[in-house]
């Protein structure tokens, strides 16, 4: 059994997106978060003081633990931002803003 | 005289039921929430891109949903309501022309500016989950109870394969059994609560045989799932070094300290943990409504003490989805009375009210049942980081305290910068009182959320209907330091 079984999910299509160039599949309606985990990510940032890796904690967009780079815009909530094809996710380092 | 317009705040349990009893007395609603759907946190509703045929499997009360759904199309279609979705309020002023404006940014960018007019406000702005710190919890793979399920309610994932589900509280029970339904396999449910404790209150909570038979229930489903129940055990630090491996837990004694001998090792690659659950107050908070403690203080009516402005459901106190309808119904019908004018006749609301009245002492009960262990702070190590944002260590907060004399939050805010980061002391509020030793007080916030600083600038600057901005440059640390 899976999520998408249990609630008799019929998804359309997937599509591409991209995390750090790698190519990984999402489906409609699904936010970044919910992309990268089914792909088997569970962090794609790391903190400004020490570097350590975080990714989603609180799901509801309250805590700002799972920021993310999204075609260029850092600081994305990755629990609330909804994917489309092509988007190109990237890994955080500290406040995105270093590039 | 044009009809009464009334904007709610939050499209969860309560604020749906407001909106139904509001609009069928001849309130113009506008039902403004930040979700692409309604239902709040409590029916969060699969992607519709998603194509879930059966999205009833991750809830419970699906028929009463359908009937709040259902109700909120009938009133869309005969235009009494206008539903706002992707709204994500930020501020609700009282301008001295009377009535409210509720300021709300727009979308998944959150660049984009609304306003809605109002001639009286309902605030249905929920809660959110309570984690206190230990050593471990910002690895990833530590989520929180809520989170967990929101994701899978809301997205159908999973975050692993292995769950172990923790804290205290009765969110616990269908978190556990919900990861289980879908496919997890949760190695154990770790509650600190003393189960006598429960038997002690068990006249308070036999007043809800409903809400017996429902814990009944997911005891036979945990059953089902082969999920063992750990009472009166806690997780005393969390493994791994780039994500979650394994946690350690321990049994607790009578006086809630940890018994060292009982420490052992359960892998997992999940943890879902939860220390209860807080009201959002920042909106009411700001806009100068007293509170209870953490709870927006209302009267019998749902009535805040600001005049115009009413509260339902979590946000007046945590307690669940039948007590956010009942509020929420109550406040509608306020709302509708007091907008023609008119003294409502409490008997109006008679079994809503006392409803209302249950569940409130119930969960009291249920609250005191699930006190966390005396001696918790004990386990957080100094150098277990408190403030995830700002990456405050618990040494750092203790020094603060001894050496610096910080007896309050926002003191230690001040000297450590706890609280000061993106979450704005949401996240940390309770970890750094505890560790402080200090009182859990809300925090003060001008705004809900970041505002880019192109819309704090223009905003006020017409008044009239709701009106969007174009988008700009995003500044979304706008309010970070403040």
New interface residues.
Partial sequence: ????????????PAFTVTLDGREIEA?????V??AL??AGV??WRS????G??????????????C?VTVND?P?QRA????LRPGDAIRTQEGTGRHE | MSEPRLAVIGAGPAGLAATLAAAARGVHVTLVD?A?EAGG?FYRQ??????????Q??HHQWRTWERLRDGLRTHVRAGAVRHLTDHHVWFVERPDTGGFTVHALVG??QEEAAEVRADAVLLATGG??KVLPFPGW???????A???????K???????RTAVVAGTGPLLLPVATGLA???ARVAALVDSADPASFLRRSRALAGRPDKVAEGARYAGQLLRHRVRTLLRHTVVEALGT??LEAVTIAALDRDGRVRPDTRRRLDCDTLAVSHGMLPHTDLADALGCRLDGTDVHVDAEQRTDVPGLWAAGETTGIGGSALSLAEGHIAGRSIAARLAGRTPDPHEWTAAARTREKLRSFFAAVDSGYALPAHRAEQVTDETVVC????VSAGAVREAVRELGAGDLRTVKLLTRAGM???QG??CGPGVAEVAGCAETPGRRPFARPVPLGVLARAGETAGPARAAAPEE?Q??AHRDQ
Avoid: H, K
């Fill in positions: 059994m899976n999520p998408l079984e249990l609630a008799r999910a019929e998804p359309g489906l409609p309606g699904q936010t978060a919910a985990w089914t569970t962090s903190t400004r003081g020490e350590r890796p975080r990714g989603i904690f609180c799901g509801i967009g309250v805590c700002f633990d920021l815009r600081n629990c609330l931002l909804p | 930040s692409a946190q699969p992607a519709p891109g998603l194509g879930a045929r059966r999205p499997a991750l998944p960018g959110y989950e910002t690895l990833p793979g530590v989520v929180t809520g989170g967990a399920q929101a994701m899978l809301g997205g159908l994932v999973l975050p692993g339904a879908a496919g780039e994500r995830r944002c700002e990456e980061g993106w979450c949401r996240v995003p979304d640390d």
